[in-house]
């Protein structure tokens, strides 16, 4: 099945506690991206990547890090979390930039304390 | 990127249609119209997207106005499954930020 996994689904911590929240798709998409969502500020995007070894800022890049090493991983790093960054975050892939249609994975409720 | 305007909430009953509409009176030559959904804090689901002309596929219809300041999603036989909150984005097709969510329109699809 064509999917976009991400884990954990659900993590509370603690504030400077380094993290990491994995993204993995299966349909040899080149671009990949993160999400956060929060109340009465709808989707801003953090990161993302045109391909292995090809990343950019979003809107919301402060406090976090990404990686591409290999085509279907996006890990999102939180180096040193902050309550702030408290939020729903979703992974989303897509075939290239040139496609219109992308695909979310089911979201990480991170809660840092 | 222009600036959407949909209503915050809106019931149909099981089996109609449901039609959506978007206001983006700002929208300029090389913007297209996305519609996504997102049930319930999962993650948001494509649903069809256009730039001038209306689209379908299996899951809606789009339909755009001539001068292209408005548009409305049409979902044609709406279920219980299909209630979920759609936005309506509007933003240039580039490798940036692809999607910045606004509010959205909270659809109830009733028995």
Redesign the interface.
Same mark, same amino acid.
Request: overall charge neutral.
């Given at each position: 099945e064509a999917q976009?996994t991400q884990n954990p689904r659900y993590l509370i911590t603690v504030t400077g506690k380094k993290l990491t929240v994995t993204c993995s798709q299966n349909m040899n998409h080149e671009?990949m991206?993160w999400?956060r969502?929060d109340p009465g500020l709808?989707? #801003?995007?953090i990161y993302?990547s045109?391909n292995v070894e090809v990343t &950019?800022k979003? &809107?919301v890049p402060e406090g976090y890090k990404v990686s591409r090493k290999e085509k279907r991983n996006f890990p999102l790093i939180l180096e040193s979390p902050s309550p702030n960054q408290t939020s729903?975050y979703?992974c989303?892939s #897509?075939w290239s930039? #040139?496609v219109?249609?992308?695909?979310?994975?089911?979201?990480t409720?991170l809660t840092v304390t | 990127d222009a600036k959407t305007t949909q209503p915050p909430s809106m019931d149909c009953a099981e089996g109609r249609a449901a039609n959506l509409p978007c206001n983006h009176s700002t929208i300029s030559g090389n913007e297209y119209v996305y519609w996504y959904r997102q049930i319930h804090s999962q993650g948001p689901q494509y649903i069809i997207h256009g730039l001038k002309n209306n689209e379908t596929n299996e899951m809606a219809s789009l339909i755009i106005t001539e001068d292209r300041k408005s548009s409305t999603l049409i979902l044609p036989h709406a279920t219980l499954r299909d209630t979920a909150v759609y936005y309506c984005i509007v933003r240039i097709h580039n490798a940036g930020n692809m999607l910045t969510f606004g509010g959205g329109t909270r659809l109830m699809v009733k028995p």
């Open positions: 976009v671009y991206s999400y969502q709808g989707l #801003r995007q993302y045109m &950019d979003g &809107d729903l979703f989303a #897509r930039d #040139r219109h249609e992308q695909y979310f994975g089911p979201g409720r | -």
